[in-house]
């Protein structure tokens, strides 16, 4: 039996950190777009989290260019 042992790099890192990010940032932004607030607009709340994902994904375009070194 081949044993091989999964190792996280900084690229797949980067990779998940942005996708993750982007992700999340394009369903805060689908959520207000399809259930709008009575208030209207995005609330602090939803600001704080799009900054959050939004630094997720700029870390992890960070990480990408670092290659295949391990996390």
Known sequence: MLSTK??????????LMLI???GGFCA????DLIRPAHEGGIGPA???ALI???????VGL??????NDPA
């Open 62 to 67: 960070t990480l990408i260019p670092l290659g």
């Open 6 to 15: 999964f190792t996280l790099t900084k690229r797949l890192l980067g990779l």
């Open 28 to 31: 805060i932004v689908a959520i």
């Open 46 to 48: 939803q600001q704080i």
């Open 52 to 58: 959050g994902c939004a630094g997720l994904a700029i």
């Open 20 to 22: 993750f990010g982007a």
